[in-house]
């Protein structure tokens, strides 16, 4: 019953490191999202996407990018990892009007 | 801008004591507003959507627009309610659907 799949659970890279984090959705959505989740911040949005190689910013895009070839994927690039990249990274997808369906998360450590 | 917020992180009832955690919101236009649920070690998952009005685990909230509030409420604690609650707010600023996270109010149901 499993409808958006992330890659990896936990994660752990070194400072500089170019990391990827893959999400996958079998809903066909067209919307597709990057949210870090930390204690006490919530969820901030980094990036999102409404298409097939269309995306936008979120509110902290800084030190990421994003890659949507196929509609059902969406990865989280980022470019040079860094200690305060550390955090939960969480996919999710929505239809319009509905709620998100969220991804079990990623837990990526950077040392 | 659209903004949530949840001035409480954590809230902590006595099972069987009623429940309300509290969400404002800033927002220009017609707000969709939902309250999503995250229990320990599983994933951020839907509760509830204003559109529905419906009652969800015994859970409701009405939006007042002229507070500006989504709180949500429930008359009668469960333990098993004891998990982080978030509450979101869906907007179109520059067209597209953004949804913006509160800072997430933790449950705790004492027994």
């Known amino acids: 019953d499993v409808k958006v799949t992330q890659s990896s659970r936990y994660l752990v890279k070194r400072t500089g490191e170019k990391v990827f984090l893959e999400c996958v959705q079998d809903m066909d959505h067209e919307n597709m999202f990057w949210y870090r989740q930390d204690p006490g911040l919530g969820l901030r949005l980094i990036y999102f996407s409404y298409d097939v190689k269309m995306k936008e910013k979120g509110d902290i895009p800084e030190g990421y990018s994003v890659s949507r070839e196929k509609k059902e994927r969406f990865s989280l690039i980022l470019e040079s990892a860094s200690t305060n990249q550390t955090s939960m990274y969480l996919c999710?997808?929505?239809?319009?009007?509905?709620?998100?369906?969220f991804g079990s998360g990623t837990r990526l450590t950077v040392v | 801008a659209q903004r949530v917020t949840q001035p409480e992180k954590l809230l902590s009832v006595f099972k069987g004591a009623p429940v309300e955690l509290k969400c404002n919101y800033s927002?220009?236009?017609?707000?969709?507003l939902f309250w999503y649920v995250q229990y320990s070690r599983q994933r951020l998952q839907l509760l509830l959507r204003?559109?529905s009005r419906e009652s969800i685990k015994g859970f409701t909230a009405d939006l007042n627009k002229g507070e500006t509030s989504f709180h949500l409420k429930k008359p009668f604690a469960q333990e098993e309610d004891s998990a982080m609650y978030y509450c979101?707010?869906?907007?179109?600023?520059?067209?597209?659907?953004?949804?913006?996270f509160g800072t997430g109010t933790k449950l705790q149901v004492i027994p």
């Open positions: 979101a707010l869906s907007g179109r600023p520059g067209g597209y659907q953004k949804v913006t």
């Open positions: 927002y220009s236009g017609s707000p969709e």
């Open positions: 204003h559109i």
């Open positions: 999710a997808s929505r239809e319009d009007s509905w709620g998100y369906t």
